[in-house]
């Protein structure tokens, strides 16, 4: 059985047929990706553009688990931070990938994502897959 976390560029696809085949058996997210959700939504630029990224927030809140952000997550937070920095890329511009990225270290999983050069720089910490 495989398991894995979704990068916010899987949920938020809209269920398409060709992510779904290539999903972890067991798939879980990262609390930063919701609160890249819930930011999403307070940032839409009109009523119905906020009406569509809150029902799709539920569903995600619905479907899947959220990986808190604990000890152990932080301290690989640390290591995929120094990691892109020794790359010579700014850790705080990728924030919400990087916590993303330390939840699948801190839980020795892949991360799924649709934005594979977003962790190209981590290749050597954790196993990304591309959908």
Same mark, same amino acid.
């Given at each position: ?60 809140? &619905?479907?899947?688990?959220?990986? $808190? ?6 301290? #690989?937070?640390? %290591?995929? +931070? @120094?990691? *892109?920095?020794? &790359?010579?890329?700014?850790?705080? $511009? ?6 993303? #990225?330390?939840? %699948?270290? +801190? @839980?020795? *999983? ?22």
């Amino acid at each position: 059985m495989s398991r894995g976390i979704l990068d916010t560029s899987i949920v938020i696809a809209q269920d398409r047929e060709d992510l779904v085949a290539g999903l972890p058996d067991e798939a879980a997210i990262s609390v930063a990706t919701l609160a890249e959700l819930h930011y999403g939504v307070l940032v839409a630029k009109d009523d119905e553009t906020k009406r569509q990224r809150l029902r799709r927030l539920g569903e995600i809140e &619905a479907r899947f688990s959220a990986i $808190a952000i604990d000890a152990v997550a932080a301290r #690989a937070f640390a %290591a995929v +931070a @120094h990691a *892109v920095k020794t &790359a010579g890329g700014k850790p705080r $511009a990728r924030v919400m990938d990087l916590w993303i #990225a330390a939840t %699948a270290l +801190a @839980h020795r *999983v892949p991360v799924y994502t649709r934005n594979r050069s977003d962790f190209d720089a981590l290749r050597k910490l954790i196993d990304v897959r591309s959908i």
